[in-house]
């Protein structure tokens, strides 16, 4: 049993009633289907903190001995023993859920231009020490990493949703990192390295 708050129908229901904001939904997510919420992409999220965790993990599950145990959450694998099942496990959860979104999903898709320029880009760990991520849901054109004088550190061209850029070799202080996209957007963004 679910103690869902607020109890539906409520606000969400009313809104999607609304043709527009329903359409607006569809079309924004058949998007993001296209990249940034690909099974391909998330299973690639999934695989990164997976190995930036691996360590972790050990630790966690010594003290914690919940590997093959139910915890009160319904499952729709076989439990795992290993955190190489749990792995697996949430990524076949993710894809059963999106197969189920892409057959449920309310609204039609419109191609509302104001929703296809419209980008998400994340840039992290910040503070960062070696690794600097950088994704976004539309295709990354170039990364540039200026000091606070303006001085170009870093320059990668690419053609990816997400890039790794190693940034050890950086002096620590502030830079800013730009980030230009294939639909022409640019967005920057303060960085710490440590």
């Given at each position: ?22 359409n ?41 001995n ?15 023993t ?5 792995v ?28 296809e ?16 991520y ?41 830079y ?19």
């Amino acid at each position: 049993y679910c103690n869902v708050s607020p109890v539906p129908p409520s606000w969400e229901a009313k809104m999607l009633q609304d043709p527009y904001f329903a359409n607006a939904i569809n079309t924004r997510y058949f998007s993001l289907r296209k990249n940034i919420l690909s099974i391909e992409q998330i299973n690639r999220t999934i695989d990164s903190i997976a190995n930036l965790v691996n360590e972790a993990q050990v630790r966690h599950f010594k003290k914690y001995n919940t590997l093959g145990v139910n915890n009160g959450a319904p499952e729709i694998d076989v439990l795992s023993t290993t955190y190489a099942g749990e792995v697996q496990k949430l990524k076949n959860w993710i894809t059963v859920r999106l197969n189920w979104l892409d057959a449920n999903m309310v609204g039609h898709n419109t191609a509302l231009p104001e929703l296809e320029s419209f980008a998400k880009i994340r840039v992290f760990p910040n503070p960062v020490l070696e690794t600097l991520y950088v994704e976004s849901d539309i295709e990354i054109n170039d990364i540039t990493i200026y000091n606070t004088v303006g001085f170009k550190s870093i320059n990668l061209h690419s053609n990816k949703f997400e890039e790794c850029i190693n940034v050890s070799d950086l002096s620590p202080g502030i830079y800013i990192v730009k980030v230009t996209l294939t639909n022409g957007t640019t967005r920057t963004q303060k960085l710490v390295k440590e």
